[in-house]
Nanobody, 117 residues
């Protein structure tokens, strides 16, 4: 059974940094892309960043220049380095994985990121 284990969330002051990790295990299909979504209080879930198996990346406009997504294909792990955090980054962050040839995807349970003074 597929398992996504997230870590790295927490409380940080504005301008600070956090590094999120998501390790995927148990998948029987080849992974095409791994990414991060977030849901802020009272808002819809939005895509934050995604990285493909080939290394291409895309970011939400609101995080460009501040966040960096990367992956370790050997470990099936995706990371999100978040720098210069702002209060509006406060949200539950969810790891997501997509596979070659499938429309279904797998999700982590979410990790809370709170940016506050």
């Amino acid at each position: 059974q597929v398992q996504l284990v997230e870590s790295g969330g927490g409380l940080v002051q504005p301008g600070g940094s956090l590094r999120l990790s998501c390790a995927v295990s148990g998948s029987i299909f080849s992974i095409y892309a791994m990414g991060w979504y977030r849901r802020a209080p009272g808002k819809q879930r939005e895509l934050v960043a995604v990285v493909t198996s080939g290394g291409s990346t895309n970011y939400a406009d609101s995080v460009k220049g501040r966040f960096t997504i990367s992956r370790d294909n050997a470990k099936n792990t995706v990371y999100l380095q978040m720098n210069n955090l702002k209060p509006e980054d406060t949200a539950v962050y969810y790891c997501n994985v997509n596979y070659y040839g499938l429309t279904q995807s797998d999700w982590g349970q979410g990790t809370q990121v709170t940016v506050s003074s």
